[in-house]
Nanobody, 125 residues
Framework: QVRLVESGGGSVQAGGSLRLSCATS????????MGWFRQASGKEREFVAA????????YYADSVKGRFTISRDNAKNTGYLQMNSLKPEDTAVHYC??????????????????WGQGTQVTVSS
């Protein structure tokens, strides 16, 4: 089992920044890739970013590329999502997840077995 707890969400104006954190406990965090997903009201959960176990590879949705940065600190069992130049369309509940399956793709939530409870990000225009 892996327990994940997100923090750092909030309300900002367009153009602002937030840094989300994902603290993990349980199974060895450093063994797994992790990702961030988000779900806006009335929409399906969508991929935001992912990072390999050793930070060697990162992946981003086109909608956040150049604005968001995913990172991790395995010594602290924590992942991060730095979000800059936020837009109203970034408003959503943001979730971190640990990828324990390598089958569907890094951007497919079916590869992620462990999820946090989510943190709300609201961007006003």
């Amino acid at each position: 089992q892996v327990r994940l707890v997100e923090s750092g969400g909030g309300s900002v104006q367009a153009g602002g920044s937030l840094r989300l954190s994902c603290a993990t406990s349980g199974r060895t965090f450093s063994n797994y890739a992790m990702g961030w997903f988000r779900q806006a009201s009335g929409k399906e959960r969508e991929f935001v970013a992912a990072i390999s176990w050793n930070s060697g590879n990162t992946y981003y949705a086109d909608s956040v590329k150049g604005r968001f940065t995913i990172s991790r600190d395995n010594a602290k069992n924590t992942g991060y999502l730095q979000m800059n130049s936020l837009k109203p369309e970034d408003t959503a509940v943001h979730y971190c997840a640990v990828r324990t399956t390598v089958r569907y793709g890094f951007d497919d939530p079916r590869d992620y077995d462990y999820w946090g409870q989510g943190t709300q990000v609201t961007v006003s225009s």
